[in-house]
């Protein structure tokens, strides 16, 4: 029970620090692999292209645990709404009552609002380790995104995620160096039918101060 309560003490200072004025200089970065990925399971993918600022990658077929879509004015809000569901998800609260590894990165996939004042919606998702994707646990209120192979178009910010601003500023830079690349018209058709605009995927613990790894990600599909 101690050691639970920890994780989770541990897990909500990482939105606390998302909230916090003080933020890391986020420099552009492309073609980083998420030293978290070293030590816990994240979905496997190809990098088959590396532009400026930005790189193309191929994620091979995957599961998700996700929430429902949660309305909100604030990514930091509502994200911490959605992990806490999915921390008590892993921590066994679902139908087999199994505890499961933790994993990265946990996305927000985002369709921003109208209007400042307008609530945006954001559906956060738990990437489902190898070995219990055969038979996920359901749990009430969260549901399994099966992914196919999709494809991202993908662009790295380093730091502590301090906001909505931030966040439309990092999708906007990625959508303008798209802009005259053969990926372009596939990434604004798939947007135009997508639920989503983009996804933030974030992949480090709030104990880790250097050499953090955030993502901003335009899914698109492509004809094989």
């Not at 190809?46 to 879509?69: A, K, L, Q």
């Not at 039918?193 to 613990?205: D, F, K, L």
Request: proline residues 6%; contains cysteine.
């Amino acid at each position: 029970m101690a050691a639970n309560l920890f994780k989770l003490s541990a897990l909500l200072s990482l939105f606390s620090i998302f909230s916090s004025p003080w933020a890391p200089e986020n420099n552009e970065r492309v073609g980083i692999f998420p030293p978290t990925c070293n030590r816990i399971e994240c979905p496997s993918f190809d990098v088959i292209h590396v532009g400026n600022g930005f790189e193309i990658r191929r994620y091979n077929s995957s599961m998700w645990m996700s929430t429902s879509p949660i309305d909100g004015i604030s990514y930091v809000e509502s994200t911490r709404t959605g992990f806490l569901q999915l921390f008590d998800y892993i921590q066994g609260k679902n139908e087999y009552k199994k505890k499961i590894e933790m994993t990265a990165p946990v996305i927000t996939q985002i369709s921003p609002s109208d209007g400042p004042f307008c609530a945006s919606s954001f559906v956060v998702s738990f990437y489902v380790p190898k070995e219990n994707q055969a038979n996920v646990p359901p749990a009430k209120g969260l549901h399994v995104q099966k992914w196919n192979t999709k494809y991202a178009a993908v662009r790295q910010f380093g730091g502590f995620i301090s906001g909505d601003t931030e966040l439309g500023e990092e999708a906007a830079a990625l959508h303008a160096s798209l802009a005259g690349s053969k990926w372009s018209s596939a990434v604004d058709k798939s947007r135009l039918s997508s639920e989503s605009a983009y996804t933030v995927a974030g992949y480090n613990s709030p104990f880790e101060f250097e050499n953090r790894v955030n993502e901003i990600w335009m899914m698109f599909e492509m004809e094989e």
